[in-house]
């Protein structure tokens, strides 16, 4: 079955990176696009940024609020898409999802992203 687990989350002081893993299982890796995707406390999930298909063109897409400061990546060969966050803020904590999409990156609508991983908790604070 289809399996996505995030790792790399931590407690970070502002101003600071992170690097965010979620290895993939069960499916056709390259042949998906892939999101992330954030939750704080009493919030609505937001996205955050996601990747087209490597068959399609590997576009990505940012939310606004990210714009600049986060960057996603593939590695197909390791099933493994990556969300490298720089320039950290105490806004940016939350839980970070990361999801299997359809096979392009169009938005973040829930209804595009049929599977998630469980999460993994980011705290920017000093």
């Known amino acids: 079955q289809v399996q996505l687990v995030e790792s790399g989350g931590s407690l970070v002081q502002p101003g600071g990176a992170l690097r965010l893993s979620c290895v993939a299982s069960?499916?056709?890796?390259?042949?998906?696009?892939l999101g992330w995707f954030r939750q704080a406390p009493g919030q609505e999930r937001e996205g955050v940024a996601c990747i087209s298909s490597t068959r399609a063109d590997g576009k990505t897409l940012y939310g606004d609020s990210v714009k600049g400061r986060f960057a996603i990546s593939r590695n197909d060969s390791l099933n493994t898409v990556y969300l490298q966050l720089n320039s950290l803020k105490p806004e940016d904590t939350a839980v970070y999802f990361c999801?299997?999409?359809?096979?392009?990156?169009?938005?973040?609508?829930?209804?595009?992203?049929?599977?998630w991983g469980q999460g993994t908790q980011v705290t920017v604070s000093s």
């Open positions: 999801a299997r999409g359809r096979i392009w990156c169009v938005g973040f609508s829930d209804n595009d992203y049929p599977y």
């Open positions: 069960g499916f056709n890796f390259g042949g998906y696009a």
